[in-house]
């Protein structure tokens, strides 16, 4: 356990570098279960959920070996064995091994996965996406057996256009006889960096990035090199953090068309911003302007920006509001920052209104999430006085080195270990 120290109310200048995404790499290092041969794949970040997710392939029996952010697979020899629940329920993300496992040998038993309490969190558009490709399954309180004689190409359309489901319905589809339709399909950019490894060692997928997926299968996945994409949201929570605290801080390493709402959204407040071609300098403007949030697929406004931007919101100058449309259960970092003095209040269990200009001061708060966290650091490097942030190993598994990389820019802030 970790809890987070800062001392807050100081300016940020210089150049934060952003890592791989998170949610690409999560989704990669299972997909690579579904080579026959070896993978390597650069710009890992160095985080927790990774961490997870090596510790499944080293219990199946594969071949691992990560130096740096290079991870180099052959899982070539895996056994198929039942992925125990102390291992799945660290991450939501191990969910990618039903969809490549189940493509892998036709069978795949695991319990169900873990993740942030954000909300329900069913995955039963994977299931049945998985019954279309013609699998069978069985669930027991929290364990599944999924089973195929074969995988025969379907159409599937998904009644909500989910990421993971959409991307276990490539994995799943991959090696499937025939051709597979997603349609409805998410559109967010790990998306299309998963298909892209997929191609790179072979499969044959097209539409990636759009609503309509087309997948046919292929028999043998070779040998490839793969780079993860750059992390929008961590981007974005540093281009957040530079609008209420930058002082001509360079966001490097990002691919500026991915934040295109929230740049839209600072805009709107009177954020100044100077955009490159892989890169951001952000000033923090003397006075921010509220606005209204509502969060929607890619490319819309992104859920996992939205408790970050709460912070910034409490620095606007009048009343903005929230929508969140994806999760049911991701208001709870606005109970903190009213701790520290915001003024939040919640409307209605998806709505939210802040107003602002709060003072903020530093208090001991809890991190009930990863990006409520962020939230909380954000607030932190805000705050006048210390902020503690217990429960810091949420925000562990989402941002590499962010002590590293907050303080080399002029932030007051530590990691402790706790018992
Ligand atoms: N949904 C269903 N049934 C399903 C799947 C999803 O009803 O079978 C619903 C969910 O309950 C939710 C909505 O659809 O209301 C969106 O779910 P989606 O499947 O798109 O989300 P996810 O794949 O579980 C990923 C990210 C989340 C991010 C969401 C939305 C990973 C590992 N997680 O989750 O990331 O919020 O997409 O963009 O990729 C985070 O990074 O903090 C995080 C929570």
Redesign the pocket.
């Known amino acids: 356990m970790h809890k987070i120290i800062i001392e807050g109310n100081r300016k940020l200048s210089g150049e934060i570098k952003i890592s791989g995404s998170?949610?690409?790499a999560?989704?990669l290092v299972p997909a690579a279960v579904l080579c026959d041969e070896k993978v390597s794949i650069a710009n890992i970040p160095n985080i927790s959920?990774v961490d997870s997710l090596e510790q499944i392939l080293n219990y199946l029996g594969a071949y691992v070996d990560r130096n740096g952010d290079i991870i180099k697979i052959d899982s070539s020899k895996i056994e198929n064995k039942v992925i125990p629940e102390e291992i799945s329920k660290k991450?939501?993300?191990s969910?990618?091994f039903m969809g490549a496992l189940l493509s892998k040998f036709k069978k795949v038993e695991m319990y169900f996965p873990g993740?942030?309490s954000?909300?329900?969190?069913?995955?039963?558009?994977?299931?049945?996406g998985f019954e279309a490709l013609g699998a069978k399954i069985e669930e027991k309180e929290n364990f599944f057996r999924i089973t195929a004689d074969k995988l025969v190409g379907t159409k599937i359309n998904l009644?909500?256009?989910?990421?993971?489901?959409?991307?276990n319905l490539i994995l799943a589809a991959v090696k499937a006889e025939g051709t597979t339709i997603i349609a409805n399909a998410?559109k967010?950019p790990?998306i299309v960096n998963v298909a892209t490894f997929l191609n790179n060692m072979g499969a044959k997928i097209s539409g990636a990035g759009t609503s309509e997926i087309k997948i046919e299968g292929v028999k043998y996945l070779h040998s490839c090199f793969h780079e993860v994409v750059p992390d929008y949201?961590e981007a974005g929570t540093y281009m957040i953090i530079a609008s209420a605290l930058g002082n001509n801080l360079k966001i490097s390493n990002i691919i500026p068309d991915h934040l295109e709402a929230l740049i839209s959204k600072l805009e709107e407040m009177d954020v100044p911003m100077q955009i490159g071609v892989d890169y951001i300098k952000i000033d923090s403007p003397v006075c921010l302007k509220p606005v209204n949030i509502k969060t929607q697929?890619?490319p819309g406004f992104?859920?996992?920006l939205q408790q970050p931007m709460a912070t910034l919101l409490t620095q606007a100058d009048g009343v903005s509001t929230i929508h969140e449309t994806?999760?049911?259960n991701r208001f709870l970092n606005l109970f903190e920052l009213n701790k520290m003095g915001a003024k939040a209040s919640l409307l209605s269990n998806s709505k939210a209104s802040i107003s602002g200009p709060s003072e903020l001061i530093g208090k001991t708060v809890m991190a009930t999430?990863?990006?409520a966290g962020a939230s909380l650091v954000i607030a932190g490097l805000l705050a006048k006085g210390t902020t503690i942030i217990e429960n810091a190993d949420y925000i562990l598994r989402?941002y590499e080195n962010i002590i590293e990389k907050l303080s080399k820019v002029g932030a007051k802030i530590s990691l402790e270990e706790i018992e």
Request: net charge negative.
């Open positions: 998170k949610n690409s999560v989704a959920d991450l939501r993300a969910y990618y993740g942030c954000i909300g329900e969190r069913p995955i039963n558009l994977h299931l049945k009644d909500f256009a989910s990421v993971g489901a959409t991307i998410a967010e790990h949201i697929v890619y992104p859920t996992d994806i999760w049911e999430d990863l990006r989402g």
